[in-house]
């Protein structure tokens, strides 16, 4: 199991940039896809990108293609989530997840963070 914590939200405008943080305890993160996923009030999680233990993969949702960016940096166990030309349907909690295999649902995760609110304004 890994813990892990997000930070790095917040209250922005449309067109605005962010960049999520989820920091990660364990000696076995360089292992495990890392994803981010969000969930808005009354909607389901949904998937929003996806890394590979060795960064030569990634995923993402096609709402976010273009706009998101995934990466990680195994040494401080760390993975990020540059997120650019915000929209107010970006609007949600985003969540950071450890998964064991490459699959992109939420029941591909067995780990998660508590999320980190993230609001953009129009």
């Known amino acids: 199991q890994v813990q892990l914590v997000e930070s790095g939200g917040g209250l922005v405008q449309a067109g605005g940039s962010l960049r999520l943080s989820c920091a990660a305890s364990?000696?076995?993160?360089?292992?495990?896809?890392m994803g981010w996923f969000r969930q808005a009030p009354g909607k389901e999680r949904e998937f929003v990108a996806r890394?590979?233990?060795?960064?030569?993969?990634?995923d993402y949702a096609d709402s976010v293609k273009g706009r998101f960016a995934i990466s990680r940096d195994n040494a401080k166990k760390t993975v990020y989530l540059q997120m650019n030309s915000l929209k107010p349907e970006d609007t949600a909690k985003y969540y950071c997840?450890?998964?064991?295999?490459?699959?992109?649902?939420?029941?591909?995760?067995?780990?998660w963070g508590r999320g980190t609110q993230v609001t953009v304004s129009s």
């Open positions: 997840a450890a998964s064991r295999s490459d699959g992109t649902n939420w029941y591909d995760f067995g780990s």
């Open positions: 364990g000696r076995t993160f360089s292992s495990y896809f």
């Open positions: 890394i590979s233990w060795n960064s030569l993969s990634t």
